[in-house]
Nanobody, 117 residues
């Protein structure tokens, strides 16, 4: 069972920035997919951004040009740089990783991001 620990959430004003981090206990070399999802109150969990072991990235249309996902395989980490934050970005953000040996259902505990003036 892979353990994931997210950090970096908090309260920020509209237009501000935050950087989320996710540390995986599993070696990143065995992980082919690392992603960030979010869930706002009353809404379904949705994909925000994902990155494959080959470096290919995918973003939700609502965050393109504002958010950047990256990974550091040496540190077993994935990051989400969030700029120009909007109130509608408010949600709990979850890290998800997938690998051949660990499967797909690997989630962190979530970190709250609140964008408000």
């Amino acid at each position: 069972q892979v353990q994931l620990v997210e950090s970096g959430g908090g309260l920020v004003q509209p237009g501000g920035s935050l950087r989320l981090s996710c540390a995986a206990s599993e070696s990143a070399r065995s992980i082919y997919y690392m992603g960030w999802y979010r869930q706002a109150p009353g809404k379904q969990r949705e994909l925000v951004a994902a990155i494959t072991s080959g470096g290919n990235t995918n973003y939700a249309d609502s965050v393109k040009g504002r958010f950047t996902i990256s990974r550091d395989n040496a540190k077993n980490m994935v990051y989400l740089q969030m700029n120009s934050l909007k109130p509608e970005d408010t949600a709990v953000y979850y890290c998800n990783v997938r690998g051949v040996l660990i499967g797909t259902n690997n989630w962190g505990q979530g970190t709250q991001v609140t964008v408000s003036s």
